[in-house]
Nanobody, 122 residues
Framework: QVQLVESGGGLAQPGGSLRLSCAAS????????MSWARQTPGKGLEWVSE????????AYADSVKGRFTISRDNAKNTVSLQMNSLKPEDTALYYC???????????????WGQGTQVTVSS
């Protein structure tokens, strides 16, 4: 079965950095778009970024563009999110998703990890 296990969350200061990783198993990882999304009590579910199977095509939400970088290693079945210049409003539960941005509109149609908490605070 599909398994997505996130790691790397934690506490960071404003302006700091964190790197999230997601280990995938149970499917042909290299053939699928992978995404990150985040959820907060106030804003709800927000798509953050996606990367296509060939590793060259990526997309970002305007709120993170220029600060976050998504990458993947098809040999290791991992997808990562490098988060720089963190802001308090980046505080959220971050999810790894097998699928693209449409997964945030139709979450039950996609596979999600359990989430990793990111807190940005001084």
């Amino acid at each position: 079965q599909v398994q997505l296990v996130e790691s790397g969350g934690g506490l960071a200061q404003p302006g700091g950095s964190l790197r999230l990783s997601c280990a995938a198993s149970g499917f042909a990882f290299s053939s699928h778009v992978m995404s990150w999304a985040r959820q907060t009590p106030g804003k709800g579910l927000e798509w953050v970024s996606e990367i296509y199977s060939d590793e060259r095509i990526t997309a970002y939400a305007d709120s993170v563009k220029g600060r976050f970088t998504i990458s993947r290693d098809n040999a290791k079945n991992t997808v990562s999110l490098q988060m720089n210049s963190l802001k308090p409003e980046d505080t959220a539960l971050y999810y790894c998703i097998k699928g693209g941005s449409a997964c945030t509109k139709f979450p039950k149609l996609c596979n999600w990890g359990q989430g990793t908490q990111v807190t940005v605070s001084s």
